[in-house]
């Protein structure tokens, strides 16, 4: 089965998780075909992601569709559109996936398609794919990030075993967009409100984890979520805090001032820098 081959599910209805987020559980007759990749995982990682397809309007797609013959016979204005999202829980047995939404009214291609998402739409997804899980060696368990990397973060907090560890930051826009986590972990929560302040805008994660008293003992990280993170977050965690590199998960998932496209040159060209001879 090909990756330019995704999935087809169906929704099969919509929650809304806090004034910011809506979730959007499909499920349906492509279930099975999706679960035949996801088994490959295993459940693994909690970071498990996929990328949603957002077919262009007033175009027919040939059956099943294929992403590559679609690029190599339709114009380029019928090119899907592709959007990275973090399954937020999938249940086999019921044959259902949840992935939560950030909704900022109009703005972006898949926010607003969640918030006017409902039971019976279809929606194409590609992959999973994951990198993280929760390392039940370590000492204790670090979670920073912003509301595109929650769904992640509960994740991962939800995997956490009875009598583990963990402290998480989170950046919202304010108190009505705090969630409940189900997690047994002794967890230490700091929510930073941003309130009127554009997100990406801030240094409130940042100034949190630093003022915030280390804990003793062998550090697991997991720092996922706008792009200045990787510039101010992970260096304090690996260098200052000397957290070992295996132990630090860190990923961009957006860049403010840019679409999905325009990040990906980003990450391609920053990645490209590092690999450079003598890049540091």
């Not at 996801?38 to 099943?64: C, I, M, N, Q, R």
């Not at 972006?108 to 993280?132: E, F, I, Q, S, T």
């Not at 705090?178 to 929560?189: G, N, P, R, S, W």
């Not at 630090?248 to 980003?266: I, M, N, P, Q």
Request: charge should be negative; hydrophobic fraction near 45%; proline fraction near 6%.
């Amino acid at each position: 089965m090909s990756k330019t081959h995704p999935a087809q599910l169906t929704v099969i209805r919509t929650e809304s998780v806090a004034p910011s987020m809506r979730r959007v559980v499909f499920g349906g007759a492509g279930f099975e075909e999706f679960l035949g990749r996801h088994g490959a995982l295993s459940g693994s990682f909690t970071d498990e992601y996929v990328k949603l397809v957002f077919l262009a309007d007033g175009f027919d797609y040939p059956e099943p569709l294929d992403l590559d013959v679609v690029r190599e016979i339709m114009p380029h204005e019928a090119w899907p559109v592709l959007r990275t999202y973090t399954i937020r829980w999938i249940d086999p047995e019921a044959q259902e996936l949840a992935i939560d939404f950030v909704v900022h009214g109009d703005e972006g291609v898949a926010g607003p398609w969640a918030a006017d998402a409902k039971a019976g739409d279809l929606m194409h997804l590609r992959g999973p794919n994951g990198a993280y899980a929760p390392d039940a060696t370590a000492d204790w368990h670090l979670f920073v990030g912003d509301e595109a990397g929650l769904p992640a973060i509960c994740a991962g907090l939800e995997a956490l075993p009875a009598g583990a560890r963990a402290v998480a930051f989170v950046e919202i826009g304010g108190p009505g967009d705090e969630i409940a986590i189900a997690t047994v972990a002794e967890l230490e929560i700091h929510w930073l409100h941003r309130g009127d302040a554009p997100a990406g805008t801030t240094s409130l994660l940042d100034d949190a984890v630093r003022a915030w008293d280390w804990w003793p003992g062998r550090a697991q990280a997991f720092i996922h979520g706008e792009s200045a993170l990787l510039k101010t977050v992970r260096p304090y965690v690996l260098n200052d805090r000397g957290v070992a590199r295996a132990d630090v998960s860190v990923s961009a998932y957006w860049r403010r001032g840019t679409t999905e496209e325009g990040f990906r040159e980003w990450k391609s060209a920053q990645k490209d820098a590092v690999m450079r001879p003598g890049a540091s």
